[in-house]
């Protein structure tokens, strides 16, 4: 079976590694954070595995995931008052919400339908969505520091190689509300590149 083992991402000051080791009960991750300018962590998990061979749940906190026949999460505690609900329509995960003790985030999800999304090299954390994703809007409700409502969209651009698949993805995130502090990745852009071993 073909399993993710290694991710490395390199980052200006340092990159991250996290290796994967597999066994019917568990996922065990080394996780390495090594950067020029903080001093080196090393993180060790193990994440249990239900009897479809997916999280239980994940980090120390316990939780309960629970997912659809076809391995879709639709339902995650992770730690008391923390409650997530997904919507999952036509094989795409279309909304989530995050239920807070003070405050309730809402992403709403769009793809593009002719699409396949990227492989998914998490297997264990559930069936992802079928297309690839087109945007991702952040909304905000019953928030005390925020006005209700669009915070943040991020829209996905794509560049694709011979065999119609994903060499680059550019992210592009847009501020709905001014007050809204959060970026996406430097400057509110992304740039992920893929290759492939096999043709």
Request: with cysteine; hydrophobic share 25%; charged share 25%.
């Amino acid at each position: 079976m073909n399993r993710l083992v290694d991710i490395r991402d390199s980052l200006q000051n340092g990159f991250d590694y996290e290796r994967y080791r597999y066994t019917p009960q568990y996922v065990y991750r080394d996780s390495r954070y090594l950067y020029s300018d903080k001093p080196p962590q090393v993180r060790l998990d193990s994440i249990p595995l239900n009897q479809q061979g997916l999280a239980k749940y994940e980090f120390l906190g316990g939780g309960l995931w629970i997912y659809n026949t076809a391995g879709y999460l639709i339902q995650k505690t992770d730690r008391p008052k923390i409650f997530n609900g997904y919507k999952i329509e036509n094989n795409n995960l279309i909304e989530a919400k995050n239920y807070f003790s003070d405050y309730t985030s809402i992403h709403h999800y769009t793809y593009y339908s002719n699409r396949l999304n990227l492989p998914n090299l998490k297997p264990f954390y559930g069936t992802q969505s079928q297309n690839l994703p087109a945007s991702e809007t952040t909304i905000l409700e019953n928030s005390i520091i925020y006005d209700d409502g669009p915070q943040y969209r991020v829209d996905y651009y794509y560049l694709f190689d011979t065999a119609g698949r994903v060499k680059r993805r550019v992210g592009y995130g847009t501020r709905l509300n001014e007050r809204w502090p959060f970026g996406y990745g430097l400057r509110n852009l992304s740039v992920s590149n893929y290759e492939y071993e096999c043709p």
